[in-house]
């Protein structure tokens, strides 16, 4: 479940940037494989319905996963909120080091419409590859993470229907019907591979499994405070710090 990898923003530097952009949150993960920390994700962004959004995010391995693997993965994103709580983006960037793949997008949304306006690094065309212009309503991963991790008013959880678009894969995520557990809540979702995938990834895998668990916060809000999920690497989970 690559799409919810990533450690975000100096705080000092992105309040300033994100200010007045509406009701501002910030958020740090330990991605924890097999018991051990193995990285880190932190994401600061602002937006309410109605408004305008941004959010930063980063994504990094720490540790000894570091030294056998590193990933690193940093993103800024924008656009606006209807008022009904959809998510329209107006742009995106990237720069991404999978461990598999490296890419430098820069991405902006005309009419709903993905354009890309640079992808690096430049390669000729495969036969797995998908017109941008197919993608109308579409959204980019780091919109998808901070709509599917920001906090939200009880009874408003598990609302998440994305379909992404990155420059060159599309994917989609969903969350399903919530299931209250004492003071938390609990929904079952699934990250898909959909096309621009090549034929090895989308033989290794296709539908990434995982369950998103809210707790009451201080702010009377719902907070994600835990992400359980299956990895190309095995049972992995975000845990809020």
């Known amino acids: 479940m690559g799409i919810l990898g990533k450690r975000m923003v100096l ?12 009701r501002a949150e910030q958020a740090q993960f330990d991605f924890v494989l097999h018991g051990i920390t193995a990285g880190n994700l932190t994401w600061n962004g602002t937006g309410e319905p109605g408004g305008a959004y941004a959010v930063r995010g980063t994504l990094k391995t720490t540790g000894l996963a570091a030294m056998l693997r590193k990933v690193h993965y ?18 995106y960037v990237e720069n991404a080091n999978t461990g598999r793949r490296q890419s430098q997008v820069r991405m902006v949304w005309k009419k709903g419409v993905p354009v890309i306006e640079s992808y690096q690094p430049a390669r000729a065309p495969r036969p797995y590859d998908i017109d941008p212009a197919t993608q109308s309503g579409t959204v980019d991963p780091l919109t998808a993470m901070f709509a599917a991790l920001r906090d939200v008013a009880p009874g408003q959880e598990c609302k998440i229907n994305l379909k992404m678009f990155d420059g060159r894969r599309a994917s989609a995520v969903k969350l399903g019907a919530p299931k209250r557990q004492g003071d938390k809540v609990s929904c079952s979702g699934e990250y898909r591979r959909v096309a621009g995938f ?11 499994p995982f369950t998103l668990t809210y707790a009451p916060a ?11 999920m299956d990895s190309l690497y095995g049972k992995a989970r975000l845990v809020r710090r």
């Open 198 to 208: 090549s034929p090895e990834d989308m033989t290794e895998k296709t539908r990434f």
């Open 74 to 91: 940093e993103a800024t994103a924008k656009g606006r909120i209807t008022s009904k709580g959809v998510y329209t983006p107006s742009s």
């Open 11 to 22: 705080a000092a530097a992105l309040a300033a940037g994100l200010a007045g952009a509406g």
């Open 218 to 228: 201080d702010n009377g809000q719902m907070r994600v405070v835990e992400v359980a």
